[in-house]
């Protein structure tokens, strides 16, 4: 059973430091990788998403990376804002039924002015 | 970009009383659309798949009989919780794929979050 997990559990940072979150999955056989951003009581935004056999996409300050082989991926974000500040949650879904996403448990990051 | 909406966003019922969340797609056509429940400081998890013109298909561990999903239009698939109680409160969240393309390229609603008394 595949299992997504996200270190650390939460972030506080001032306002311009680069920062990694990381996330980690327990079955290698994935489809693709998507980060999301979700703001409090809000839905999701898609960040970035990374097909198996793909290593990085970048979408401006924000670059996302996967291993599939370590099950790992890591989401880069540079000169933080305080505008970042949300839940990044990573999600993966399966070769066999690609709708289906099992999500991590989340990066609660702050980025104090 | 697709915009899927939900409908209410914000719910506060009695226990025992039953809700219908709506989640539409406003400017591209869904033949499927999942359902999602997030509980506080919790991840989101895959409740059910909405299936236009069948039925849906339930991840285990959730009762369809509690939780009725029609997907009566090409945009347009309803979640009701049945007999609500405190423990169903939670945020709930649909997504969809638009017809046609890989369906892991999907957009999410806002949510509805459901507070049973």
């Known amino acids: 059973k595949q299992e997504v997990t996200q270190i650390p559990a939460a972030l506080s940072v001032p306002e311009g430091e680069n920062l990694v979150l990381n996330c980690s999955f327990t079955?290698?056989?994935?489809?693709?990788l998507q980060w999301f951003r979700q703001d409090p009581g809000k839905g999701l935004t898609s960040l970035l998403l990374i097909q198996s056999s793909q290593r990085e996409q970048t979408s401006g300050r924000l670059n996302a990376s996967l291993d599939k082989s370590s099950g790992r991926s890591t989401l880069y974000i540079a000169a933080s804002q305080p505008g970042d500040s949300a839940t990044y949650l990573c999600a993966v879904s399966n070769p066999s039924g690609t709708y289906k996403y099992i999500f991590g448990t989340g990066t609660r990051l702050k980025v104090l002015a | 970009g697709a915009v899927v909406s939900q409908h209410p966003s914000w719910v506060i019922c009695k226990s025992g009383t039953s809700v219908k969340i709506e989640c539409r797609s406003l400017d591209f056509q869904a033949t499927t659309m999942f359902w999602y429940r997030q509980f506080p400081k919790q991840s989101l998890m895959l409740m059910a798949t909405?299936?236009?013109?069948?039925?849906?298909?339930?991840e285990q561990g959730v009762e369809k009989d509690k939780f009725l999903i029609n997907h009566a239009s090409l945009t347009l698939s309803t979640l009701t919780v049945t007999s609500a109680h405190p423990e169903d409160s939670s945020f709930y969240i649909c997504?969809?794929?638009?017809?046609?393309?890989?369906?892991?390229?999907?957009?999410f609603g806002p949510g509805t979050r459901l507070l049973v008394l």
């Open positions: 909405s299936n236009e013109g069948s039925k849906a298909t339930y």
């Open positions: 997504s969809a794929p638009p017809t046609g393309t890989r369906q892991e390229t999907q957009y």
């Open positions: 079955d290698s056989a994935i489809y693709n």
